[in-house]
């Protein structure tokens, strides 16, 4: 007759059993968290591109000609988009010149969400000049998988979004690939919508090139 209770390989088995099933448990919840943690920033950048839409529609002069704003005293762009509520409230703002922080950003250095106006031309500068008809989205300091993951989903450029090209920068804010709609198309660009594989490439070899991944979304303002 066998007496009740595990033996000590049975107590050996089973707390085994049990270590692979919580570890199990574990990864499935944190890939859970990191992927709800890229639809919110997938989440945010439609929201900038709706609000600075708004905020155009109630004050172009702001974009034709860097017009000041009553009650916004900061003389650059970014900061009187910040002040006008171009930025959601789930994403860190207070830097200095109205400089905003995505959650990817631990540091909270530099400004790692920036807004930028454009000319129809993929040459970006922060100054804003009469002709304006679009500006950019940057996130800046990306993990590579969500450099990956946001490049390849939200890259397809439909009449609703006004999505004209996506850009990945590297720190030095050198463009590294452009991808482009038709009618912006020149030599060396490629075309929407950003594979996953060309995704993984650029971003894993601006990591490996010593610097973080940014990416850039330019939108029509109208």
Known sequence: MRSSGFTIAE?????????????????GASKARRSIAIQTSADQLYQIMNN??????????????NTAVPGCGAANFSSRLSCQGAFPADIVQ?????????SWDQAFAGGSVLINPMGNTLVVGPAVAPGINSFSVRFWNLPVDVCITLATGHSTPDQN?????????????NPVVEHVTPDWMQAGRLALPVSLAQAAATCQNIMDGGSLPALEWVFMLR
Not at 52 to 65: E, T
């Open 11 to 27: 107590a050996v088995i089973v707390t085994g059993l049990a270590g692979l099933l919580i570890g199990g448990v574990w990864v």
């Open 52 to 65: 600075v839409r708004g905020i155009y529609m109630s004050r172009p002069g702001m974009f034709i000609d």
């Open 94 to 102: 207070g830097g200095a010149g109205g400089l905003a922080f995505h």
């Open 161 to 173: 979004l006004m999505l004209k090209a996506v850009i990945f920068r590297d720190d030095a804010d």
